[in-house]
């Protein structure tokens, strides 16, 4: 689809620890290897309960600190359902369930999300909005412009890459300033590397429209 023609009709890091114990040496006793153990396993805790300990950007301060739309909370949850669960998202949520997407993207093995806020979808007249959101096929060619195959983290999302939509889309910057290339305006990453059970989720400051 044109560019042109949709400017119409519209205007999270997995911790891998691995532990391995072997014999101390000679005069070493249990207690010594519990001791390890235990200090392994504190540390593993610590940082399964802070899921947002590896996310960027000066949007981060928005999402709750507690509650199921808090980091911890989308963690436990596949991402659609993470994401109606935040208070920034519900136009993306509403989008998504007119487009039908909620079961694909929360039985997906592993997805990266560009999930426009609602004041991204704010920018867009109510009138070309509703219009669009009564279009399914032009509504899910957008959507799906925002997925990507495969989790990925900040150093592996900067480049193109191939969306559900069979078209590409660009990440440029780093953690200290990120953008997804989005016609004459790129977006901006508010807050990324977002975990859910199964997608990593970068929230972005407008909607991104299909070339």
Not at 16 to 33: E, N, V
Not at 107 to 131: C, G, H, Q, R
Not at 188 to 203: F, K, M
Request: proline letters at 5%; glycine letters at 8%.
């Amino acid at each position: 689809m044109k560019r042109t023609n949709l400017r119409k009709a519209t205007g999270i890091a997995a911790l891998a620890l691995t532990a391995s114990f072997g014999l101390a040496a000679c005069g070493s006793d249990d207690s010594s290897a519990k001791a390890a153990d235990d200090s392994m396993g504190s540390s593993a805790s610590a940082s399964a309960d802070d899921a947002g300990a590896q996310t960027f950007g000066p949007g981060c301060s928005a999402i709750p600190a507690s509650g199921d739309g808090s980091f911890n909370g989308m963690a436990t949850a596949p991402v659609a359902s993470a994401a109606s669960a935040n208070p920034l998202l519900k136009t993306l949520v509403a989008a998504v369930t007119k487009a039908g997407l909620v079961d694909t993207l929360n039985s997906a093995d592993a997805l990266t999300v560009f999930a426009p806020t609602d004041d991204a979808f704010a920018k867009i007249p109510a009138a070309t909005l509703n219009k669009v959101l009564a279009d399914k096929a032009t509504l899910t060619a957008i959507l799906t412009h925002h997925v990507l195959a495969g989790q990925m983290d900040p150093s592996a999302i900067v480049g193109t890459h191939d969306t559900l939509n069979k078209d590409q889309v660009t990440v440029s910057g780093d953690t200290n300033g990120m953008t997804v290339d989005n016609g004459d305006t790129p977006a901006n990453v508010l807050c990324g590397n977002i975990p859910t059970s199964n997608a990593t989720v970068y929230v972005i400051d407008s909607v991104l429209m299909p070339s």
